[in-house]
Each structure stands twice: as C-alpha cells, then as structure tokens.
Nanobody
Framework: QVQLVESGGGLVQAGGSLRLSCAAS????????MGWYRQAPGKQRELVAL???????TYADSVKGRFTISRDNAKNTVYLQMNSLKPEDTAVYYC?????????WGQGTQVTVSS
C-alpha cells in the first residue's frame, strides 16, 4: 500500500504562485508515473501534469508555460510549481502515482485563486 501526503495548497491572488508537494511512502518499489490532477466544483477531475521516472513530462494545455512538474526520486516526491495563477485554476488538486499497475490518490489539497 502506498501513502501519499500532499502539501502546499492555499489562497493566492491572481498572478501569484504556489508550490505543491506530494511525498509517497510505503510500498513504493517500482514507483513510475507521478502526477497531479484537479477537480473544480461541478466539474470532472482533469489531468494537470505527469512526470515519469525518467523525467518525461506531460501538461494540460491550460497550464503549459505556467506550471512545472518535477520530482525527486530519492525522496519519492513530486512537486508542482504553479506560476501566473488564474481564478480558473481554483480547484482541489490531487496527487496520483503508479506503482507497477496500481494507482494511488492523495487526499487532495485546495488551491484558491482570487481575482
């Protein structure tokens, strides 16, 4: 079983920045893809960014050029640097990781961007 601990959410004004962190522990041997999803009220959960164990990244079009995903494999931790935040980025952000064929989700962290 994998445990995920997220941190870094909060309230920020439009144009500001936040950095999310997600640390994985437990049965993390074979940890591969680490990423972030988000879910706004009344909307479906959507992909924000992914990072493979070798550093290949994928971003949603809506965050390209503003968000940067990175990971520290020694710490089993993934980060999401969010710059130039917009009110439409307001959502609960969830960490997601794959260990082999098993996916695990974090509890979510609220990001609120005020206009």
């Amino acid at each position: 079983q994998v445990q995920l601990v997220e941190s870094g959410g909060g309230l920020v004004q439009a144009g500001g920045s936040l950095r999310l962190s997600c640390a994985a522990s437990g049965r993390v041997f074979g940890l591969n893809i680490m990423g972030w999803y988000r879910q706004a009220p009344g909307k479906q959960r959507e992909l924000v960014a992914l990072c493979t164990s070798v550093g290949t990244t994928t971003y949603a079009d809506s965050v390209k050029g503003r968000f940067t995903i990175s990971r520290d494999n020694a710490k089993n931790t993934v980060y999401l640097q969010m710059n130039s935040l917009k009110p439409e980025d307001t959502a609960v952000y969830y960490c997601n990781v794959w260990v082999g064929s098993v996916s695990s989700w974090g509890q979510g962290t609220q990001v609120t961007v005020s206009s």
